[in-house]
């Protein structure tokens, strides 16, 4: 089972950028779907974007298509979430996940993965 260890999170103005980083270990992170999620407190975990392997089908949330970007760097075993001109919200805490059965498409992507981090958090200041 692969291990998953977010960084990248923090303090940031709105209108800003961040790059969350997920660094894998334990698994050739190619073989395995990715996905970023969120959760803020009292409120259900939610997928920002998702992407499927081998084939890279791509999901993204309403709320954050034109941009978040997801990426993976199968070399480096790294998943990153590029997050550009962030709204205030309700300080989530973001959690990076991995599978290598489960299969996200264009249109759908749930909790069904098998492997998440720790967390990181990010707060938009207004």
């Known amino acids: 089972q692969v291990q998953l260890v977010e960084s990248g999170g923090g303090l940031v103005q709105a209108g800003g950028s961040l790059r969350l980083s997920c660094a894998a270990s334990?698994?050739?992170?190619?073989?395995?779907?990715i996905g970023w999620f969120r959760q803020a407190s009292g409120k259900e975990r939610e997928a920002v974007s998702c992407r499927s392997a081998p084939d890279d089908r791509t999901y993204y949330a309403d709320s954050v298509k034109g941009r978040f970007t997801i990426s993976r760097d199968n070399a480096k075993k790294t998943v990153y979430l590029q997050m550009n001109s962030l709204k205030p919200d309700n300080t989530p805490v973001y959690y990076c996940?991995?599978?290598?059965?489960?299969?996200?498409?264009?249109?759908?992507?749930?909790?069904?993965?098998?492997?998440w981090g720790q967390g990181t958090q990010v707060t938009v200041s207004s």
């Open positions: 996940a991995a599978d290598p059965n489960y299969y996200p498409d264009y249109d759908r992507c749930s909790a069904d993965f098998g492997s």
């Open positions: 334990g698994a050739t992170l190619g073989y395995y779907a």
